[in-house]
Nanobody
Framework: QVQLVEAGGGLVQAGGSLRLSCASSGVTFSINAMGWFRQAPGKEREFVAAITRSGDLTYYADSVKARFTISRDNAKHTTYLQMNSLKPEDTAVYYC????????????????WGQGTQVTVSS
């Protein structure tokens, strides 16, 4: 089993920055890809970013490209999402997810999920 705990959410003004973190514990050696997803009120969960185990490959949703950066520190079992130039439409609960197999941008292929952290961007 793998446990994921997100942190770093909060309230920020438009144009500001936040860095989310996702700490992994348990059978972490089994994890390959890590992903970030988000869900806004009344909307479906959507993909944000994903990264391979080595960090050599990353994917981003078009809506966050050039503003968000995903990274991971395997020694610390932690994955990060640096979010810059935040917009009100980025407001959502952000979830990290772990995948045992290859990197993917679809949530249903991920094996473990965190509890989420709220990000609110005011205009």
């Amino acid at each position: 089993q793998v446990q994921l705990v997100e942190a770093g959410g909060g309230l920020v003004q438009a144009g500001g920055s936040l860095r989310l973190s996702c700490a992994s514990s348990g059978v972490t050696f089994s994890i390959n890809a890590m992903g970030w997803f988000r869900q806004a009120p009344g909307k479906e969960r959507e993909f944000v970013a994903a990264i391979t185990r080595s960090g050599d490959l990353t994917y981003y949703a078009d809506s966050v490209k050039a503003r968000f950066t995903i990274s991971r520190d395997n020694a610390k079992h932690t994955t990060y999402l640096q979010m810059n130039s935040l917009k009100p439409e980025d407001t959502a609960v952000y979830y990290c997810a772990a995948k045992l197999g290859n990197i993917a941008t679809t949530g249903r292929w991920y094996d473990y999920w965190g509890q989420g952290t709220q990000v609110t961007v005011s205009s």
